[in-house]
């Protein structure tokens, strides 16, 4: 009995997952899987609710599927929290090299610091700055090269774009 079951309805199954899912979630197994469920429940399940048991059973399974490749796509899209692909040499590096920047920074004058971070941290352009400062735009630009100059002096390898 059960093999005609098998036999009547296992193509059609096949056909109805593939064509509303596609062949990413494999319909093979997922018709094969339902046969299994009415085989397990094949006491509770009457042989004329049959057909509506395999097709709601192999539509939510695939649903369920589709639910999980979500989230699978989801975390695969997230970055783990505190990894990073950097080694612990390099960031160590990475750490001195911003306090020794930190340092040179605060050995600059007053003048100079203020024109370059408002010119590199907060994208100011050079008359911007003459504005904010109450100084001209040539004022401005020997105060940024300036602390340039004494940045590339002191900090090694040290190059903004």
Known sequence: MFSRLYERWAG??????????GESLNADDKTQEA??????????????KARSF?????????????????????????KPKGHTN???EFLMQKEE?????QQVLSRLTEEQR????????????HTEIAEILG????????????????LKNELEEFRIK
């Open 135 to 150: 100084v001209t735009r040539k004022v401005v630009e020997y105060r940024i090269y300036s602390a340039f100059n004494t």
């Open 35 to 48: 046969f299994v469920k009415l085989w397990e429940n094949c006491q509770k399940v009457t042989i004329d």
């Open 54 to 78: 395999l097709f709601t059973i192999a539509n939510n399974m695939m649903l369920n599927e589709v639910k999980h490749q979500k989230v699978v796509l989801k975390f695969r899209s997230q």
């Open 97 to 101: 090299y911003f306090k020794k920047y």
């Open 114 to 125: 203020t024109a370059f971070l408002l010119s590199k941290v907060e994208g100011k352009k």
């Open 86 to 88: 950097e080694s612990p």
């Open 12 to 21: 059609d199954l096949h056909k109805f997952l593939y064509y509303k899912f």
